[in-house]
């Protein structure tokens, strides 16, 4: 099981931005692809981004141009820049270790949440 600890939702005003971080152990961090999911109510959770070891992004299309995923492996860190925030996205928002492209997960974190308001 690996341990991960989302923090930095809240509420937040449309056009606004928020920062998420997630601090992870148990794993061999910096070889890890790691990824931010959200699910918002009555939807499945959805993969938002995702970040090789050497830091190459991908992006959901809903999230491209707004939101930059990042990583600082000496901190065994993950953070996730969102601007311009929509009211769409409101979910609680996870990180995970990613154990197989593109999206495929074994351990899910509490979550934190997000909400968007106008």
């Known amino acids: 099981q690996v341990p991960l600890g989302e923090s930095g939702g809240g509420s937040g005003p449309v056009g606004g931005s928020l920062r998420l971080s997630c601090v992870a152990s148990?794993?061999?961090?910096?070889?890890?692809?790691m990824g931010w999911f959200r699910q918002a109510p009555g939807k499945e959770r959805e993969g938002v981004a995702r970040i090789s070891p050497s830091s190459f992004a991908v992006y959901a299309d809903s999230v491209k141009g707004r939101f930059t995923i990042s990583r600082d492996n000496a901190k065994n860190t993950l953070y996730l820049q969102m601007n311009s925030l929509d009211p769409e996205d409101t979910a609680v928002y996870y990180c995970?270790?990613?154990?197989?492209?593109?999206?495929?997960?074994?351990?899910w974190g509490q979550g934190t949440q997000v909400i968007v308001s106008s």
């Open positions: 995970a270790a990613i154990r197989a492209l593109p999206w495929s997960v074994n351990d």
């Open positions: 148990g794993i061999a961090y910096s070889s890890a692809y």
